[in-house]
Each structure stands twice: as C-alpha cells, then as structure tokens.
RNA sequence: GCGCCUGUAGCUCAGUGGAUAGAGCGUCGGCCUCCGGAGCCGAAAGCGUAGGUUCGAUUCCUAUCAGGCGUACCA
C-alpha cells in the first residue's frame, strides 16, 4: 500500500475504533456504521484529511452531526496515542478534520524515493487479464484525427491499467472482410483501368482519396498491366490484397510514429475462414434465439433487452458485420481475457447495447464488455468546419499531423480531454501556436530539474543515501505543496484506470509541473545548506521520476534537455 | 419521433453529493545580481433554464431549451 491509502486505511480504523466506544458507552446509538469516506480536503486549512462519518451517522443516532463529531472525536486516541496524527478539529457541517505532523509528509517522501521508479504503480488490479481494443480502423486508407484521438486515449488507458496492476493486452481488429472491402476493390479496380487509359466511371459510394491512386500506381509500377485480361472478380481480389497490405503497413508504421504498439493484429477475415461467424448463427439457434424471415437469419433481440431482432445472415447468405463482431469478442473471452473494454468512435454507439446483449445470450456477462464512446474530433482550419470522411478523401491524416506538431504534442493533445467531450481541433492552431501546448509546459519542469541534477553532479554534490536525509527540512510552503501532490499519484493512476479516463494523468501532471515551477521560484536548490540542499534535490528527483511517470503513461517523452 | 453524449470564465476544457468551483489561452498589472523567463506572483470574469430528492446538488432524478452523433439485410 502507498503512503495516502496506508494513512487513510488507518484513520478509517481509528474512527471505527472510536465509534465503538461511543456506542459501548452508551453515547452514541447505530445499528450499523455507514460507509464513510476520508478525503483529502479541497482546502489545505481543512486539514490533511476529512472524514464525513458524522453526517452520515446523523440520522441514525438522531442527532445533530457536530454533536457526533464532538463524541467521536472525544473517544479518538484514549487508548493509544495517536503517531501522525497531530491534531483533529470538528468544522463545517460536521466533518472531522485531521492535521497530520509535519514529518508525516517528509515520510512520505522517503517512501516514494525508495521506491524509485516503481512509485506510483500497484497491485490494484490483481493481475485481472483485461484486453484493450481501439483504433481498429478500415485498412482501405490511412488514419485520421479520429484514429488519432483513440489511438491516443486507447493505449494511455492501457498503459495506465498496467502500473494499476491489470495484465493488459492491446489489439487492433482488421476489417479485411464484408461489403466495404467489396466496395473497395471496385476503387481499385475502376482506378486501375483509369491509370492505364480506360473510361471507366468510377462508383458513386466509392473511395475518392487519393491515395488509392497512389497504392494503384505502385502496383502498375511493379506488376505492369497484366491485370487488364484477368477476370474483374479475380482482379479485384488480387488489387484487394495488395492494397490491403500496402495499407495496412502504413497503419501500422504511422502507429508506431505516434508511439502505439499492439500485443494482437487480429483479422476478421480468419472468422470467416474458421467457420466462426457460422457458429454464431448455431449458437443462437441452440440457444432458441434464431428466427427466420424473409429469407434472412435473425438474432431474436428483442428477447434480449432489445428494441428490435437484428439481421445475422443477409438474404444473399451473406453475414452481417454485427455477426462477425459477435464472433470476434466471443473469441476474446475464449482467449481468457475476463474483461474486454473498446474504444469506439461515438458513430457506433447504437452497436453497443446490441453487442452487449448479443454476448449476454451466449452467456458471457454484458458487464465485462465496457464500450469506451469517444465523441468525435471536429477539424476546423481557417475558422471552417472541415468534413472528414474517407470516401470523400477529405482528411487529414495521423501522419500529416505528425508532421506538423509532433508525437509529444498531439498524444498529450489528445488525451487531455476526457473521451466524452467533443473536440474541436484547430489545425491553425495547432500548426502555428503549437508552442503554446501544455505539454511543453509539463516538459520544461522535467528538462529543468535534470539540468538542476547535471549541475549538482558537475559540482561534485552526489545525492547521499536516503536514509541519512533530513526531510523534515522541507518546511517552505511551495516544498510542502509539491511534497503532497507527489504522494497523490498512486492513487491518480488508480482512479485513471477505475475510471478509465487517462485524461486524469493529463491533468494531474499539470498540476504537478506548475507546484514544481513555483517551487523553483521560491527556493533554490544548489548553493544552500548542505544537508538542505540533500533534501532539496531528493524531492527534485522525486518530481522528476513523478513526472516522467505520467508522461510515459500519456506516450510522451521526458527530455533532459530541450 | 426515439436513443446516446455534451452544455461550467471571452475562448478551449478540468472538477466533486459536501466547507471559498479550477487550469491553459486571451485581457490587465507586477517579477530577470542568482540553479533553464518555454518560468513565477497578482487582478477581472462562470455551473443553459425550471422543478424535485437530500442535513447539503454545479454533481443524482424529471422536464425543458441548445449543440453533436445514432436510429440499415453499411461498418
């Protein structure tokens, strides 16, 4: 356990202990404690810690909660003197506030010290096996601000789940099945014929981009023309598969620029050819929930929470994408995953609750499917709504945003807004006042603290052993202040994973870079006290480790120097 | 029509069933003898509207208004 949650596992058995009392002595009247929280006041005048047992008793005992709190409080450290705990004070409407010692902080900062790189993760998640989905983008064309945006919030989620303690995998599921691909290889086809001379219009709903033009021209580069004689199905299926790869290498290349690796790049195509999107159609109709109408198999999920049976095998005998995806996750279960979270893009959120009751009729339970929706990113440039779709071609891509405000920039960009927000990106903005970005902000305080650190070396000043440090040194406003943002940060990367919402690290590290910022304003480090001075670059390299922490989570670099 | 998400400072966004609602940008005013001024300190300014639950609501519930997204034998 951490400092924060060890310190308030204590105070809630202390409360607990002194409530019994009152109650022994027949001060106090409850059946049963309620479930009361110690929190960590807003204001640093209410003390380290605040408890609401008090409020929460008032009903119960029938009487006023300041009433209570004075009896608590009067029963708390008879028996045993208390060890951190200087004083405790009854306030507002009845909250009990506890003021620690001065060197409770100090010990926590020897704490987080020696656990060197380490602070900041746990064992919260038990090793549960969670696998975490996202971008899973059509391979029929490069990724755009929205890929950018999920990709981003997916693999910092990840990230975060795993110093939380979860066993956390990450996969990309490809799309290289169904009518879009069909429609696909039409593109390709007509820009096939294009290139080589031939008047072909090209499909109404097709793939306008040009960057199908692009992968057609590579192929004519290589291959020649020799497709022009081979049968339109088999030309199709050939230009198909080249342009699938090209397509998909360059996914997975602009992937790995913006700092995602996935543990699993998993093909619905190999549902198909297993026979398991076929065996869902048998499950249901086991399970009694198969229905037959015009010509087309149902899923009856109506019976299953549903408005309405939705179509598994299309009167052509064509699965839906609804069946391969049920196949999908049923596979993800059977793989022993326990816990499946998506990220998706908010377009799909009507396939949600029909996912999840497609999973509940075959036995799993809807709770271990969380679908993360992310609204989506609205592109403005030049003050005008810019449409991005990929047929019509007009986006902009992962890359081209790369290019213009870099991985650190737009990962940080991205991940410090929660998911459910809409997001409207300024390309202008971002291009031109991309220097005005947080993250650069957060950045500096880590390049900072390091340059303090090379001085220190430079000048011989090597940090002594932790155990000889004299923490309770610290006694300034702003190193007090730095000191208990630092200790929050194991319980940050719990209530990030708990809540899946890595932009909570965005915004504690931001926090954490402005304290360190007026920290420096204030005290200097090099040329003070010697045993000041230790101290000081101790609760430097704390910060530092602290900082590089949730940047690495977020996917962004922690410069020494920039 | 129905469903999901969102309305918080001029702008972009955090935030919590509790005690004085925060940050960045912008605006205004201060701070460079000294460890990195990509910094620090200060000022003005806000919970869409109306009800309800609660000791206490910006947070939960209902209604309403506004924006976004869905509502396919597309994915």
Redesign the pocket.
Known sequence: MNWLAETRFYLKQDLQAAAEAARSAGLLNFEELPDFVI?R???K???DF?A?LA??L??QAKMA?RKIAELLVAQLYQDKPAVWVERVEI?????I?FYMKPDWLTSGLADAAQRGTAFGESDFGQGERVNVEFVSA?PTGELHLGNARGAAIGDSLANIMQAAGFAVEREYYI?DA???IE?FGLSLEARYLQQLGQEVEFPEDGYHGEDIVETVKNYIETEGDKLLTVQPDLRREILTRFALQKKLDAIRTALLHYGVEYDTWFS?QTLHDSGAVKQVVTDYKDAGLLLE????LWFAADKCGCDKP??LV???G?P???T?DIAYHKNKFERGFSRLINIW???????V?RLKSAMGALGYSEDKLEVI?M??V?LFSNGEIMRMSKRAGTYVTLEELLEEVGRDAARFFFV???A?????FDLDLAKS?S??N?V??V??AH??I???LM?AAEQGVELVDLATVNFALLVDE?ERDLLRKILELPDEIVAAAV?R?P??IA?YV??L??LF???????????VDADLQQARLWLCRVTAGAVAKCLQLLGVSA????
């Open positions: 929190e006041p807003r204001e005048a209410h003390g605040a609401n409020m929460l008032a009903r909660p306030a507002g409407a009845g909250f506030n059509n799309n169904g009518k879009q429609n619905e109408q015009e010509d087309a939705e179509v299309r009167a052509n064509i839906t994408y609804y391969a893009g908010a377009d799909h959120h009507g396939h609750a929706l609204q989506l609205r410090m807004r929660s459910d927000s809409q997001m409207d006042q220097m005005d947080p650069y902000y950045q500096y390049a900072r390091n340059s303090i001085q702003t809540q919402a932009h909570k915004a931001m926090d870079g402005a910022h007026s920290f420096y304003a204030v005290c200097r480090v090099l040329g410069p020494d120097k920039m």
